[in-house]
């Protein structure tokens, strides 16, 4: 009679079918592996047992499941035949597999800075204190979706090895990508701390000088910005040391038109150069040479000081000023800035008041003549607790939120997240799903799902996607795939279900003792 090929099947996380197991003995996928059931025939169900801790100090929970299909093994029994279901079992090199690669969502480690898609939709882009994601290896701080049919990916395909944080990510027209941080090396180039650029290769941004070097010391690069002319600006905690023609030292804010010997200050003449004092820039938004904002933690800018541009400040092409002309009177830190239409600016922050109004607290819009809400019906839009990031949709529709809030206008479902909807402040997803903690970062692509990022575990772990109707899910869709191993009697066995493989060869290496790809 002849044998039918092993073939096992599991789900990442989904209803358990009652099955015959092959696992013999205690296998390790990041935790241990705990079966309720028997290998004899009858029903069991496999599972990672919730007590047990990965190497990343994360908790599985007992949803993270797999499920078993019956089968007539080779030898008759449902067993792998000479102990390869043991330590260096197939079953548990697959286990090992799955999880590296299609992993329960994303698998990201840690807080997400900043998402982005790059000019033709492609991405998202994410920078942070990751140091996971997807389980691929050597994808710290910074990582890029390829697609379903590649996943989590480096930037450059020989790997980024950022050391650090990334706080920053932009695309200038030309669609290269630059990156701000706390990292010291990118690419194991040391020359490369707090900002990279990426054109093929990573490289300094300013490459004009004898010794390219875009000479930053101190803390980070908190933000990257792009004008219509395609110079850019970075603000952040940090000074950069130039040589001539200047031989200055700007503190905290910094420009490079791409053709010059060194960067510059934005306000330059022969006497002085932009100081900004009493705190870091946290968001830099250009429009023109001529038309800059900047906000931030700093007390004060120009030189010699300007004290009423305290955390937020503009740039009109001759000089620093108020967005309002006098003074706007913010009286706390502006973490964003974002405008559209050329002449609809937006603020969010920790601020409780701009010029002596306490109704403009942690949001605010500037209308050209004043600092208005956008909830005129309601008075006032009561954002109870600090907005980090905002963003609008590809019809200017917005402004979408994120932050620490718990309601917005009251309303206490509102919590991290947020939509003006034109009338309204409204969920983002329609679909359910509350975010446990901050949102940092929202990016939206060309077909308006919306990408949110930050120190949340709950609905996903740190990053999530929706479509804005059926609720929250990972950029990496795979929470009920069927993974299905096919053992072929012959030292082989085959694999297929893997979101960046539809199928994979397996083989038995006696060399090495375990199982190995057929590359």
């Not at 964003?336 to 002449?343: A, D, L, P, Q, Y």
């Amino acid at each position: 009679m002849s044998k039918k090929p092993c073939s096992i099947s599991f789900r990442s996380v989904g209803q358990n079918k009652p099955c015959t197991t092959v696992i013999n003995g205690d296998l390790k996928v990041k935790g241990d592996l705990i079966t309720n059931g028997s290998n004899n025939g009858g029903s069991s169900r496999v599972y990672l047992n919730p007590e047990s801790v990965d190497e990343d100090n994360k908790t599985y929970s007992l949803d993270t499941t797999l499920s078993f299909v019956t089968y007539d093994g080779p030898d008759g029994q449902g067993n792998i035949p000479d102990g390869k279901n043991s330590d260096n079992g197939l079953l548990k090199y697959v286990i090992d597999l799955v999880n590296r690669v299609d992993c329960l969502g994303d698998c990201i480690n840690g807080n997400i800075n900043t998402i982005a898609y790059d000019n033709g939709g492609n991405g998202p882009y994410i920078g942070g204190e990751f140091k996971n994601a997807g389980r691929v290896e050597g994808l710290n701080y910074l990582a890029k979706w390829g697609g379903s049919s590649v996943g989590w990916t480096s930037v450059d395909s020989s790997g980024d090895n950022v050391n650090n944080t990334v706080y920053a990510i932009e695309f200038d027209s030309s669609n290269n990508v630059y990156i701000g941080g706390s990292f010291t090396s990118v690419s194991g180039n040391t020359v490369l701390k707090k900002l990279a650029k990426y054109d093929g290769g990573w490289g300094v941004i300013n490459t004009s000088n004898s010794t390219p070097d875009d000479k930053i010391s101190g803390n980070a690069v908190y933000t990257i910005s792009f004008d219509n002319s395609n110079e850019i600006y970075i603000g952040g905690d940090f000074s950069m040391d130039t040589g001539p023609p200047f031989f200055a030292s700007y503190n905290n804010i910094a420009k490079w038109d791409g053709s010059s010997v060194e960067w510059s200050a934005i306000k330059v003449n022969p006497v002085t150069f932009d100081s900004i004092l009493g705190g870091s820039v946290l968001t830099v938004k250009a429009i023109t040479s001529s038309e800059i904002y900047i906000g931030g933690e700093f007390t004060s800018v120009d030189n010699p000081p300007n004290t009423n541009l305290q955390y937020l400040a503009k740039w009109n092409g001759s000089s620093w000023t108020s967005i309002n002309g006098v003074n706007d009177g913010v009286d706390n830190t502006v973490r964003i800035i974002n405008v559209i239409n050329s002449n609809e600016l937006y603020i969010g922050g920790d601020f409780k008041e701009i010029d002596s109004n306490t109704i403009l607290k942690h949001l605010a819009k500037w209308n050209g003549g004043n600092w208005d809400v956008l909830d005129f019906i309601n008075g006032d839009d009561i954002v109870n607790n600090t907005v980090y990031t905002i963003a609008f949709d590809n019809n200017n529709v917005g402004p979408y939120i994120g932050g620490s809030f718990t309601s917005v206008s009251g309303n206490n479902v509102l919590k991290k997240l947020a939509k003006w909807n034109g009338g309204n402040w409204a969920s983002v997803n329609s679909g359910g799903g509350d975010i446990d903690n901050t949102v940092r970062t929202i990016a939206i692509d060309s077909n308006d799902n919306v990408t949110i990022g930050g120190q949340f575990t709950e609905p996903l772990e740190y990053l999530a996607i929706t479509d804005q109707t059926t609720g929250w899910t990972s950029i990496d869709n795979l929470d009920n795939t069927l993974y299905t191993i096919t053992y072929n009697g012959d030292e082989t066995a085959d694999l297929t279900g893997l979101s960046n493989n539809s199928y994979l060869k397996l083989i038995w290496s006696s060399s090495l003792n375990k199982w190995v790809q057929v590359i």
